[in-house]
């Protein structure tokens, strides 16, 4: 680079940091967007292994921001022989200049968190970065109370949630009863709000469902510990996440959950209660679709689900527990057996469309190994001998549809010691090929186990998102 060359990156870095959001990109000869800024979100129903993902590619970043969801989220993260459980931390925490934020979008239990925290600076990780906004709901006692008393009344058709009281919260945030952590911090403001909603929520609770009301005064002292612990964490994430995407320092926003579990886009009504797809990155940080350079599906070469609901391809046989067990498929949050079957074309080519995805990050080769044949579904034929081969938007009440499957050669011999794609059986690259063609996207990784090693990057698709 030249003197003039120096001298017009640094006048247009000081731009950067006075205009206005997103006016820096269009500035002359500018090259502030060194590293582009990245959405990565399931491709599925959640536990697609967004965490190893995020991982990987927070390395050379500035920001790590999780824009939704709450601690019904579990993302793992494996160096060596440490195993990392997030639920509200962002992934990005274990290097020690990312800045890791909690989003506007998140609803926040301040005990969870806070153990959290505790947990991970007990094993030498730093929380000095950590950044939480103030716009963040709360989840409250009797959130997790209603989660519970609401899946009882369900019955036959409970969801299935988590029970981490993540809809009814949810629920309060738009009914505009939702008290967040700006108020947590103001001690009058959130008395005032507390026992104003909690007069409401214990009419709810002892008329509706005949249970015992919850004490204000014992939920006051217990927050307001957490509000001491919180207080220097808070700050305007919004500005801070914009100010990053600006710069060009490369933003990384970590979806939680995954696109069928969407309240707009997913498998209503058995949902979470908001935002997992692409587009719930801009609602839940504050910044403009433009900002998102690229976005990234995480799937895995079969698919799973926990909770209730459809499942066209789901094994309730052999193969199914063939899965489970060598994939580990038990949820991170829950321990929950996670329900198991093959690879769904439909809805990684769904995903595509409502994600709007440039890459796919395909995930768990390994757990495959050793099956002699493995399926992947192509179409669902319905009951008037038609073939579908688009998800259908009412999909969650078709009783009419038989997967259609399109059968490779198993991969009889382990893939977990692969590091390139070469170095994949030759069963697993073209198990990986296919799928790129059955989605229509393109795939830039491929994961072999859960050890940051055992992503094989796919060039010269791989650099795109890292340079
Ligand atoms: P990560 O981020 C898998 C599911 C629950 C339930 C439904 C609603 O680890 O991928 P909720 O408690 O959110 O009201 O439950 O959504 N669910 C998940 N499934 N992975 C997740 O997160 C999930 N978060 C919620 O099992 O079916
Ligand atoms: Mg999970």
């Known amino acids: 680079m030249d003197g003039s060359t120096v001298a017009r990156r640094e006048s247009d870095a000081k731009m950067a940091n006075i205009l206005p959001n997103g006016l820096a990109d269009n500035l002359p000869g500018s090259s502030l967007r060194n590293l582009p800024n990245i959405v990565v979100v399931g491709a599925q129903w959640g536990d697609e292994a967004k965490g190893k993902i995020i991982d990987v590619l927070a390395c050379n970043r500035s920001m790590v921001v999780r824009y939704g969801g709450g601690n019904n989220a579990g993302h793992s993260v494996t160096v060596g022989d440490i195993v ?68 009882e009344r369900r019955g036959e058709s409970k969801i299935g949630t988590t029970g981490r009281g993540i809809g009814p919260a949810y629920t309060d945030k738009a009914a505009r009863i939702g008290i967040r952590v700006g108020d947590l911090l103001d001690k009058n403001r959130f008395e005032e709000r507390l026992r104003d909603v909690l007069t409401w929520k214990n009419e709810v609770l002892t008329k509706l469902y005949g249970a015992e009301p919850l004490d204000a005064d014992a939920i006051l002292l217990e927050y307001r510990g957490y509000a001491d612990y919180l207080r220097p964490y808070v700050t305007d994430t919004g500005a801070l996440v914009s100010e990053a995407v600006q710069k060009g320092n490369g933003v990384l926003f970590e979806g939680a959950q995954g696109t069928l579990l969407d309240l707009d886009q997913g498998t209503y009504p058995y949902v979470t209660s908001s935002h997992p797809i692409a587009g719930g990155a801009c ?51 829950t321990g929950r057996p996670r329900r198991c079957g093959w690879l769904d074309a439909l809805i990684l080519r769904y995903a595509v469309q409502v994600n709007g995805l440039d890459y796919l990050s395909l995930g768990h080769l390994d757990v495959l190994a050793g099956l002699d044949e493995v399926k992947i579904c192509v179409g669902y034929h319905t009951l008037t001998g038609e073939t579908l081969t688009r998800l259908p938007s009412d999909l969650p009440f078709r009783t009419d549809l038989t997967p259609v499957y399109e059968t490779l050669p198993g991969w009889g011999v382990e893939a977990e010691y692969a590091r390139t794609f070469e170095e994949l059986p030759q069963n697993a690259q073209a198990f990986v090929r296919r799928v790129e063609e059955l989605a229509g996207v393109t795939i830039a990784s491929a994961s072999v186990g859960p050890g940051r090693e055992q992503t094989i990057f796919i060039e010269p698709h791989w650099s795109k998102l890292t340079g």
């Open 84 to 151: 990392y459980k997030f639920h509200l931390i962002p992934s990005g925490v274990l290097y020690e200049k990312v800045v890791c934020v909690i989003a506007d979008g998140v609803v926040i239990d301040p005990g969870v968190l806070i153990s959290e925290m505790k947990g991970l600076e007990a094993r030498g990780i730093s929380m000095r970065n950590l950044k939480l906004s103030g716009n963040a709901h709360l989840i409250l006692p009797y959130h997790r109370t209603l989660d519970l008393l609401e899946e």
């Open 283 to 333: 609602i839940g940080t504050g910044i403009g679709p433009g900002a998102i350079d690229r976005v990234i599906g995480v799937a895995k070469s079969y698919t799973t689900r926990v909770g209730a609901g459809c499942f066209p391809t789901e094994q309730l046989n052999e193969t199914g527990h063939y899965i489970r067990e060598r994939g580990h498929e038990y949820g991170t949050t």
